[in-house]
């Protein structure tokens, strides 16, 4: 069983930056890769950022690319989500999710373990 917790949410002015983490709590961490989701409100969940096991593969949505990066820290059982010149349309819910099949999925529904989500919210 794997637990994930987001944090790093909150405020932010427009063009502000805000970091979100993801913790993974699990008995066993075995290769995996891990990915940021976002939803904001009256709207579907969409794919942001994926990242393989070792780190050097990742996918970010294209609408995206050039302001949010993904890396992770596996010493740390983390995942990061650096988010640089935020925008008013990237106010949403934004949550951490993990694939046991190291894959670069973009899909919901390919993924095993969700987190609870953290709120970001820009003003404009």
């Known amino acids: 069983q794997v637990q994930l917790v987001e944090s790093g949410g909150g405020l932010v002015q427009a063009g502000g930056s805000l970091r979100l983490s993801c913790a993974a709590s699990?008995?066993?961490?075995?290769?995996?890769?891990m990915a940021w989701f976002r939803q904001a409100p009256g709207k579907e969940r969409e794919f942001v950022a994926t990242i393989t096991w070792s780190g050097l593969s990742t996918r970010t949505a294209t609408s995206l690319k050039g302001r949010f990066t993904i890396s992770r820290d596996n010493t740390k059982k983390t995942v990061y989500l650096q988010m640089n010149s935020l925008k008013s349309e990237d106010t949403a819910v934004y949550y951490c999710a993990l694939d046991l099949n190291n894959e670069l999925a973009t899909s919901r529904t390919d993924y095993h373990y969700w987190g609870q989500g953290t709120q970001v919210t820009v003003s404009s």
């Open positions: 699990a008995t066993t961490y075995t290769a995996n890769s």
